[in-house]
């Protein structure tokens, strides 16, 4: 199939552009997180590997059938079917393995072989990272000695390229209300929500394509909940702009980022960070 090309961009000044909002977050949280200042740094120089690596995916057609929209509940793809450039994707996940082992100091030999199958092989393994009810990646990682937690964040770095692409290419046909808690690009659950400053509304964010869409706020998008009475919102005197939405019915827990957040534009895998120190708090405090 033909690649999509999305046409000409200015993309030396939108790298440059996104790599400096990448470094603008990854300072402010450490200004105000000093002991996080160590994976910031990490996190922010793989990021800015995938902003440099998005000028090189190519992705394969999309079928036409493959459209979701507010009414019958199906997201625009699902992830056995979500268009990716495999070979950017194999490649960054190298680079990205590599960094992180001169970085941290590890022996990531494990995460290297993690792919070493075959192209459908691969395939199948990277698309099933997303979906909690998959235990195929679990399984690879325990005969790689690989920690699951890890191949996952590091996996959402390799495939960021193909997905921001993906949803660059989609967001004409991502209009419309969409009134669901899971992603309308690739159904994921939210890993992280914001209140926006104008309006009070929450968005919610996917933590795999990074789209955000509107959720109503007294809602919860894991259940379905709309009972005001069965949400809870838990704060932290130290962690001001932070907040925890608990659902009593199902117990899932939604880090939120509050209106006064002072940090720049969401980015999910920087936010979260922040985001898991309150979890912490939170517990300290009970």
Same mark, same amino acid.
């Given at each position: 199939?033909?690649?999509?090309?999305s046409g000409p961009l200015d993309k030396t000044g939108a790298v440059r552009e996104d790599i400096r909002a990448i470094r603008e977050k990854a300072d402010g949280v450490k200004r105000r997180w000093p002991f996080h200042a160590r994976? /910031?740094?990490?996190?922010?120089?793989?990021?800015? !590997?995938?902003?440099?690596?998005?000028?090189r995916v190519r992705l394969p057609e999309s079928g036409p059938d493959m459209r979701g929209d507010g009414v019958s509940g199906h997201s625009r793809f699902t992830w056995p079917d979500v268009p990716l450039d495999l070979d950017s994707t194999l490649s960054l996940w190298v680079d990205l393995t590599d960094r992180s082992e001169r970085v941290m100091g590890r022996d990531m030999s494990? /995460?290297?072989?993690? $792919?070493?199958?075959?192209?459908?092989?691969?395939? $199948? &393994?990277i698309r099933s990272a997303p979906l909690p009810e998959s235990r195929d990646l679990e399984s690879a990682c325990r005969? *790689?000695?690989?920690?699951?937690?890890?191949?996952?964040?590091?996996?959402?770095l390799a495939l960021r390229p193909s997905l921001k692409r993906l949803a660059g290419d989609m967001a004409?046909?991502?209009?419309g209300d969409w009134p669901f808690g899971y992603c309308p690009l690739c159904g994921v659950p939210?890993? @992280?929500a914001r209140i926006d400053r104008e309006g009070g509304g929450r968005r919610l964010y996917c933590p795999w394509c990074e789209t955000a869409w509107s959720y109503p706020r007294r809602s919860c998008p $894991?259940?379905?909940? *709309?009972? *005001?009475?069965? /949400?809870?919102? &838990? $704060?932290?005197?130290?962690? !001001?702009?932070?907040? @925890?939405?608990?659902?009593?019915?199902?117990g899932q827990l939604l880090p939120t980022l509050e209106a006064g957040w002072p940090i720049g534009p969401v980015i999910p895998v920087l936010d979260e960070i922040p985001?898991?120190? &309150?979890? @912490?708090?939170?517990q300290a405090q009970a």
């Open positions: 199939m033909p690649p999509i090309d994976i /910031m740094d990490w996190l922010s120089d793989l990021l800015g !590997e995938t902003v440099r690596a998005g000028a494990g /995460m290297k072989r993690l $792919f070493s199958g075959s192209a459908p092989e691969n395939l $199948f &393994l005969e *790689h000695g690989c920690d699951p937690r890890a191949v996952r964040l590091l996996l959402r004409a046909e991502m209009t939210p890993s @992280l $894991f259940c379905g909940n *709309h009972d *005001h009475e069965r /949400m809870e919102y &838990l $704060f932290s005197e130290t962690e !001001e702009g932070l907040r @925890l939405d608990l659902c009593r019915s199902c985001a898991s120190h &309150l979890i @912490l708090a939170i």
